[in-house]
């Protein structure tokens, strides 16, 4: 195991990895954005003896206000910085629009926090790397928060599948799409905001296919794009050694979001909505016997990546083990190759 000394001149007064791992302890979070995801965020870890709910920010203090009231936070910041400046922060999960991730999640780490960052951890592979190497410089831990990773029936899908119980892998079939209609000037439809099918849904179908079947040899996409250059739809085919992958994202249509991994003994259905899911099924290929599991979430399910965090922390670890930076960044290559085909370039790139 790796060895971290206290950074030194850490006058902003984060608990650094050798006090975690000295004396574990609950740790003080610390939410930047305040919109849909950090509610259903915030309700998790209210479950959790290991996570005390102590700040809150927004651009405006209204609105931290409210959300630190509804949820009992015991200070509500008006700016993002001076949340950062907090002694008493530890880890700051961030849920801010998909363009600010890496600015906050670099500024929030040389204010020696530790950081939680929302998916995708930013827009491109090239602004991941700039916050692998902040998180390195600055001895702090940081993961993305790929909640579906560390879902309990996901968990062990992927451990079936390692030990080899669905034969050889050939086949995934992983989509996300739900109907709906947006201004142009929504947050989903928003270059500025990096809006989009893709970043926003069509990671979670891109990490299942990565999960099980590693970085395609190939890969063929295609999309829809709204007037404003946003995908309304992307979908594409992975192709593998011995296997191939489907994957679509949309905004147009109402798919049933059931994810399929097929191999030459088994498959397995990730039941609705997969990506959050409470089961799943074992179909024997041979027999035709099929084996429905169910594995019920503490809450919504993002409880699993707060309990990380937490023990990664308390064990002195920059990464976690489960969902590493290299995870992160194969993820975002793929979605890179996915853009390039497509023709998303976003208007701050």
């Not at 007064?13 to 975690?20: F, S, V, Y």
């Not at 959300?67 to 949340?83: D, N, P, T, V």
């Not at 030990?163 to 270059?191: H, I, K, Q, T």
């Not at 999309?223 to 011995?242: C, E, M, P, R, V």
Request: glycine share 6%; charged share 20%; net charge negative.
């Amino acid at each position: 195991m790796l060895s971290f000394s206290k950074r030194k001149g850490n006058a902003l007064g984060a608990i650094t990895l050798n006090e975690m791992k000295e004396k574990p302890k609950a740790l003080n979070w610390g939410i930047i954005g305040l919109g849909g995801i950090a509610h259903a965020f915030v309700q998790d870890l209210l479950l959790l003896d290991s996570a005390n709910l102590l700040a809150v920010a927004s651009r405006t203090q209204a609105k931290a206000n409210a959300f630190a009231q509804q949820y009992g936070a015991k200070r509500a910041y008006g700016s993002y910085e001076e949340i950062m400046n907090d002694k008493e922060v530890d880890i700051l999960y961030i849920a801010t629009p998909h363009d600010s991730h890496k600015s906050l999640a670099i500024d929030a780490m040389q204010s020696g926090k530790h950081v939680l960052c929302e998916k995708p951890m930013s827009v491109s592979r090239s602004q991941v790397e700039q916050m692998i190497h902040a998180a390195r410089a600055n001895n702090v831990f940081l993961m993305e928060a790929f909640w579906s990773r560390f879902n309990p029936s996901i968990s062990e899908v992927l451990q079936r599948v390692k030990r080899g119980e669905l034969g050889e892998v050939n086949y995934v079939n992983a989509d996300f799409s739900f109907y709906r209609e947006d201004p142009d000037d929504s947050r989903m439809l928003n270059m500025d905001l990096a809006g989009g099918s893709l970043l926003d849904m069509g990671v979670y179908p891109v990490f299942l296919s990565y999960m099980v079947l590693g970085i395609p040899l190939e890969i063929q996409a295609v999309g829809q794009l709204h007037s404003t250059g946003a995908d309304l739809q992307t979908a594409a085919i992975f192709k593998y050694n011995n296997a191939v992958a489907q994957i679509m994202s949309g905004f147009k249509s109402q798919s049933d979001m059931r994810a399929r991994i097929c191999g030459t003994k088994a498959s397995i259905f990730i039941e609705p909505i997969w990506h959050e899911t409470q089961s799943y099924s074992f179909l024997e290929n041979q027999s035709g016997e099929i084996t429905n599991f169910k594995r019920p979430t503490n809450g919504k399910g993002f409880t699993y990546e707060i309990e990380e965090c937490t023990a990664c922390i308390n064990a002195g670890k920059q990464e976690s083990e489960k969902w590493t930076w290299q995870n992160s960044l194969d993820l975002m290559k793929i979605t890179d190759e996915i853009r390039r085909q497509i023709g998303i370039k976003y208007p701050f790139e």
